[in-house]
């Protein structure tokens, strides 16, 4: 946890119980249940597999929880990749609909990790924009209503930069909160388009690993995350 977020961020989901902010909380089972949900990121990357876990994490700074996050699993997945395996360049990509600021904070001026994300703005939580640019860090800004076509034109542009960062391991933050029937946003992909950035996800690295980050409507849910899995092999 540690190599990714404060001691003080640490000590206050442990002790908190109420609000962190107002959509942020901490009950008695929270601090343990974030632990679990990285401790599951940190096994897809062991097993090459898809970590199907909440709280999500992608929002979590490196010292303060929000937007539903308290610890950013993918982050800390990535980090331990690179002390326990020996991974020396990890890429994370990001398909949430909201955009990643939490990863950003932790790795975003980490030249060993690559940060890739593909996100509805201007929209939850303000960041992300057009000039958040960095030498391993690439933010795609999509207007609302985007649908597959615009999706995969997207992604060529994060294919292109994650083929020259040239990564031993990929981490896909895989929210499904782009869809077109989530309540939470105003994106259009379909679960076939889902299918296709799994599939080109899996091509971009020798090892890969998924981390479930949104999804709000729970009916079509798990039949997205199984499309996403038939699309990583």
Do not use: K
């Amino acid at each position: 946890m540690l190599r990714c977020h404060t001691s003080a961020l640490v000590e206050q989901v442990r002790t908190t119980r109420g609000w962190i902010d107002g959509d942020t909380i901490c009950t008695e089972t929270t601090f343990d249940a974030a632990l679990l949900a990285a401790g599951a990121a940190i096994e897809a990357v062991r097993r090459e597999g898809f970590a199907l876990a909440r709280p999500p994490g992608h929002h979590a700074e490196r010292a303060r929880a929000m937007g539903f996050c308290l610890f950013d699993s993918i982050a800390i997945a990535a980090r331990w990749a690179q002390a326990e395996l020996g991974f020396e360049r990890v890429a994370i990509v990001d398909w949430d609909v909201h955009h990643g600021n939490g990863t950003q904070d932790i790795v975003g001026d980490d030249p060993t990790i690559f940060f890739a994300s593909l996100h509805q703005w201007p929209f939850y939580p303000g960041t992300g924009g057009p000039q958040e640019q960095g030498e391993t860090l690439v933010n795609l800004p999509l207007a609302a209503g985007t649908g597959d076509a615009g999706y995969i034109e997207a992604f060529e542009t994060v294919e292109r930069a994650v083929r020259q960062f040239e990564p031993e391991l990929l981490l896909v933050s895989a929210g499904f909160d782009a869809h077109e029937q989530d309540p939470l946003a105003d994106m259009r992909l379909s679960a076939a388009g889902f299918t296709q950035l799994a599939r080109r996800s899996r091509a971009l690295a020798p090892h890969v690993a998924a981390v479930l980050e949104g999804g709000y409507n729970l009916e079509t849910l798990p039949d997205l995350v199984g499309t996403a899995l038939a699309g990583f092999g």
